[in-house]
Structures are given as structure tokens and as C-alpha cells.
């Protein structure tokens, strides 16, 4: 076959499908692959290459935890999601997940604390509370203040991110999804009893849309009027001056609610070092105009906070890295159907803590998208509760 002919069928492949997914992030990959497995003809676009640095998927490792701070109704979701990253590991041969504990510093009064005790004693899960002299004896790497406690939780853990895409990446294709990167979406709209999708290549029809567009949400959907705002968050990754205390098995993933603001870290891994990130703070922008590059200030501010709570990790940097946050006024994930047009299902707005639900939401946006509904507990994540032309 000529090279004219292998590229005319590539064009009329990638104009077909059951389900179109817009955006090839961790959660559309996720979908793509629910939906590929129960035997749908998937087409993904993505207008930036695999493992692209521009949006919220990249990077080594994300948390997984169960004892959830942000409410009680996440836990089914993500006691699902631990199963399904199971049976995706052992369906790609990949290592996608570590168990390491997780710890979670504050007041008493923290959210943090008392958020994450609620989802424990409500759903039964197992953990600890520890005053500052026990956090300090069992986990010497951490300086506890006198008048913080710690909640300590068993199935916390590491997820390494872009082996969960890549493992994502290669269900799909291996159930016949087909995925096509450089390939910029410009709209769509109803046509029948379908969806049509302009493209960067031309149009597309296909019967079903998902909408997976992370921080370009805001603009994809932008007629539904949904309250997302974009931020950029900085990461930065330090080699501790005594990598013994920062080891897996001697320190697990942890969570600061501390006066300086909400941070999250990891444990030391190879290519890694000690990984530190702020939560809840971060320049407004958009995924277009994010500012990529890192001040010396920034970074300056990140290992000042590190030093003052863990003393020994804040050695030398290794890198910072910055990431975009989507986030909804309440800080929980937005996930449904379109009001008007119920061929088109969306996700979004993960607002920082998303990664870890990615194969359930992959699930739930496959239900929606075919059956219009799930039996997933995904009733507090509808669109409806923004006031906005969800009705």
C-alpha cells in the first residue's frame, strides 16, 4: 500500500466512531480504556503529544489515600478506584501503585484532622490519632509543633503517575481505542442523532462525546457557563541531607495544615528525591498563559516551609516543577451530563486531588456517556449544584 493510501485511511479512521474522548490527560485515558474494554469503537484526541508537560496529568508520583479530609462521600469512590488500579496493573504488567502509610499534620481543629477522622469513623476505616510527641518519636524526619496531632492512616500510598498513563494508554489500544495526538478539537454541536466535532483535521461524527480537557475545560465547555478557574502550583523535588529518614518505610506520604498554608509530600524515591508541593495556593491563569518557569523566590518559599517541618529534607534542588489546578468553587469534582445534549458526558474541575479517581471516573464517564446514568455515588459531583444551565 502507498504512503497516499495509508494516510486516506488514517483520515477515514479517524473520522468514525462510537464514542469521541476530547483530551488525553489521566482521565481521558481512563475512559477511553472503560470504554474501548466494554467493546466500543473509541476514538481520543489530544492536541499535545503522550506525557505532555502543559496540563495536570504529568509527573512521577501522585497520592492515593482512603481516609478522606475533603468529605466522607469520596471514600466509596476511591476504595473503587484501589481495586480497579489493581486489575489495571495486572492487565499491563506495569507497577502502578505503592502502599506506604500516609500521615496528616495539623491543629487539632484542622480540616485535615477532622475531615479525615470523619471519613474513618464513618466508613469504618482503620487509623490512628498521635499528639506531637509520638509523631515526633515514630517518624523523626517530621518537627511536630507541641500543639499539632497527626492522623495516621494504613492504605495511603504512591501513584506513579505517568506509569498509570502510560498503563492507561496501553488498555486502550490494546482493547482497539484509537488514539491520535496533535489533534486540536475547535467545537461541536448536535447533528442527528449525534455529535459533530471540528477539528484541527477536519470533521468529525461520532454517536457519543466525552469532554476530558483538564485546565482547557473552562473554554471547551464554555457555553455551559460552569464556575472553573485555572491556577499554576509549584512543586519542587530536594535531595535530603540525610536520605536514611526520608526512605520508604521509614516516612510515609504526608499532608501539612500548617500557618504557612496546605502542603503535600512524598517519601524519597530514585529520580525523585523528596518531592514537596503546595495545595492550596496558586497564580490565577489560564492553560494557555501559566507561567512556566519557577522564580528564585518560589523556590526559596518552598524549602523555608520544608526546612521548618522537615529539617533534614531541605538539601539541595533537584528541580521545580509547576502544574495547573482546575478548580470548582467547593474544591469537589465536577462529573455529568451536558443539559441539553445527552450524547455529551464531562469531567472536570478536579481541583488538585483528582489523579487517584481516575479508573472509577473513567468508569462513571463511560456509564454516563452509553447509558446516560451510573451506579456510582457520583450524585454529589453533578453539574446541577453550581446554579448554572444545569437544571
Same mark, same amino acid.
Request: charged share 25%.
Given at each position: 500500500?502507498?504512503?497516499?493510501?495509508?494516510?486516506?485511511?488514517?483520515?477515514?479512521?479517524?473520522?468514525?466512531?462510537?464514542? &469521541?474522548?476530547?483530551?488525553?490527560?489521566?482521565?481521558?485515558?481512563?475512559?477511553?480504556?472503560?470504554?474501548?474494554?466494554?467493546?466500543?469503537? &473509541?476514538?481520543?484526541?489530544?492536541?499535545?503529544?503522550?506525557?505532555?508537560?502543559?496540563?495536570?496529568?504529568?509527573?512521577?508520583?501522585?497520592?492515593?489515600?482512603?481516609?478522606?479530609?475533603?468529605?466522607?462521600?469520596?471514600? @466509596?469512590?476511591?476504595?473503587?478506584?484501589?481495586?480497579?488500579?489493581?486489575?489495571?496493573?495486572?492487565?499491563?504488567?506495569?507497577?502502578?501503585?505503592?502502599?506506604?502509610?500516609?500521615?496528616?499534620?495539623? /491543629?487539632?481543629?484542622?480540616?485535615?484532622?477532622?475531615?479525615?477522622?470523619?471519613?474513618?469513623?464513618?466508613?469504618?476505616?482503620?487509623?490512628?490519632?498521635?499528639?506531637?510527641?509520638?509523631?515526633?518519636?515514630? !517518624?523523626?524526619?517530621?518537627?511536630?509543633?507541641?500543639?499539632?496531632?497527626? +492522623?495516621?492512616?494504613?492504605?495511603?500510598?504512591?501513584?506513579?503517575?505517568?506509569?498509570?498513563?502510560?498503563? !492507561?494508554?496501553?488498555?486502550?489500544?490494546?482493547?482497539?481505542?484509537?488514539?491520535?495526538?496533535?489533534?486540536?478539537?475547535?467545537?461541536?454541536?448536535?447533528?442527528?442523532?449525534?455529535?459533530?466535532?471540528?477539528?484541527?483535521?477536519?470533521?468529525?461524527?461520532?454517536?457519543?462525546?466525552?469532554?476530558?480537557?483538564?485546565?482547557?475545560?473552562?473554554?471547551?465547555?464554555?457555553? +455551559?457557563?460552569?464556575?472553573?478557574?485555572?491556577?499554576?502550583?509549584? &512543586?519542587?523535588?530536594?535531595?535530603? /541531607?540525610?536520605?536514611?529518614?526520608?526512605?520508604?518505610?521509614?516516612?510515609?506520604?504526608?499532608?501539612?495544615? &500548617?500557618?504557612?498554608? #496546605?502542603?503535600?509530600? !512524598? @517519601?524519597?524515591?530514585?529520580?525523585?528525591?523528596?518531592?514537596?508541593?503546595?495545595?492550596?495556593?496558586?497564580?490565577?491563569?489560564?492553560?494557555?498563559?501559566?507561567?512556566?518557569?519557577?522564580?528564585?523566590?518560589?523556590?526559596?518559599?518552598?524549602?523555608?516551609?520544608?526546612?521548618?517541618?522537615?529539617?533534614?529534607?531541605?538539601?539541595?534542588?533537584?528541580?521545580?516543577?509547576?502544574?495547573?489546578?482546575?478548580?470548582?468553587?467547593?474544591?469537589?469534582?465536577?462529573?455529568?451530563?451536558?443539559?441539553?445534549?445527552?450524547?455529551?458526558?464531562?469531567?472536570?474541575?478536579?481541583?488538585?486531588?483528582?489523579?487517584?479517581?481516575?479508573?472509577?471516573?473513567?468508569?462513571?464517564?463511560?456509564?454516563?456517556?452509553?447509558?446516560?446514568?451510573? #451506579?456510582?455515588?457520583?450524585?454529589?459531583?453533578?453539574?446541577?449544584?453550581?446554579?448554572?444551565?444545569?437544571?
Amino acid at each position: 500500500m502507498d504512503a497516499g493510501s495509508e494516510q486516506r485511511k488514517g483520515y477515514r479512521q479517524m473520522h468514525s466512531a462510537d464514542v &469521541v474522548i476530547v483530551g488525553l490527560g489521566i482521565m481521558g485515558t481512563a475512559a477511553a480504556a472503560a470504554l474501548a474494554r466494554r467493546g466500543h469503537r &473509541v476514538l481520543g484526541l489530544e492536541q499535545y503529544p503522550p506525557f505532555h508537560t502543559r496540563g495536570s496529568s504529568h509527573g512521577k508520583t501522585r497520592i492515593i489515600r482512603e481516609a478522606y479530609f475533603e468529605s466522607p462521600e469520596y471514600v @466509596p469512590l476511591v476504595q473503587r478506584a484501589y481495586v480497579l488500579w489493581e486489575e489495571l496493573a495486572e492487565r499491563t504488567g506495569r507497577t502502578l501503585l505503592r502502599v506506604t502509610g500516609g500521615i496528616s499534620l495539623g /491543629r487539632p481543629e484542622s480540616p485535615f484532622i477532622t475531615g479525615a477522622r470523619e471519613s474513618a469513623l464513618r466508613h469504618g476505616l482503620a487509623h490512628e490519632l498521635l499528639d506531637a510527641a509520638e509523631a515526633r518519636k515514630r !517518624f523523626p524526619a517530621l518537627r511536630v509543633p507541641d500543639d499539632f496531632v497527626a +492522623l495516621l492512616e494504613g492504605r495511603a500510598g504512591i501513584l506513579f503517575a505517568e506509569e498509570c498513563w502510560r498503563a !492507561f494508554i496501553d488498555d486502550a489500544v490494546a482493547h482497539g481505542a484509537r488514539l491520535h495526538f496533535g489533534v486540536r478539537v475547535t467545537g461541536f454541536a448536535l447533528e442527528g442523532s449525534g455529535v459533530a466535532i471540528e477539528t484541527s483535521e477536519g470533521a468529525i461524527r461520532a454517536e457519543r462525546l466525552v469532554v476530558t480537557a483538564g485546565p482547557w475545560t473552562p473554554e471547551v465547555l464554555a457555553s +455551559l457557563g460552569l464556575p472553573l478557574t485555572v491556577r499554576r502550583v509549584l &512543586v519542587v523535588h530536594v535531595e535530603p /541531607r540525610r536520605r536514611e529518614l526520608f526512605e520508604l518505610g521509614q516516612l510515609p506520604i504526608f499532608l501539612l495544615d &500548617v500557618p504557612e498554608g #496546605e502542603y503535600y509530600g !512524598f @517519601p524519597w524515591l530514585p529520580e525523585q528525591g523528596v518531592k514537596f508541593g503546595r495545595h492550596d495556593d496558586g497564580e490565577a491563569c489560564t492553560a494557555e498563559t501559566a507561567r512556566r518557569e519557577v522564580r528564585d523566590d518560589e523556590i526559596a518559599h518552598m524549602l523555608a516551609v520544608l526546612g521548618r517541618y522537615l529539617p533534614e529534607a531541605a538539601g539541595s534542588v533537584l528541580m521545580p516543577v509547576t502544574c495547573l489546578y482546575t478548580m470548582t468553587p467547593d474544591g469537589h469534582f465536577v462529573l455529568d451530563r451536558h443539559p441539553e445534549w445527552p450524547h455529551v458526558a464531562f469531567a472536570g474541575g478536579f481541583s488538585g486531588h483528582g489523579f487517584k479517581f481516575a479508573p472509577v471516573i473513567g468508569e462513571a464517564l463511560a456509564d454516563l456517556a452509553i447509558e446516560g446514568r451510573s #451506579e456510582l455515588p457520583i450524585g454529589f459531583l453533578g453539574a446541577g449544584r453550581f446554579g448554572t444551565r444545569h437544571q
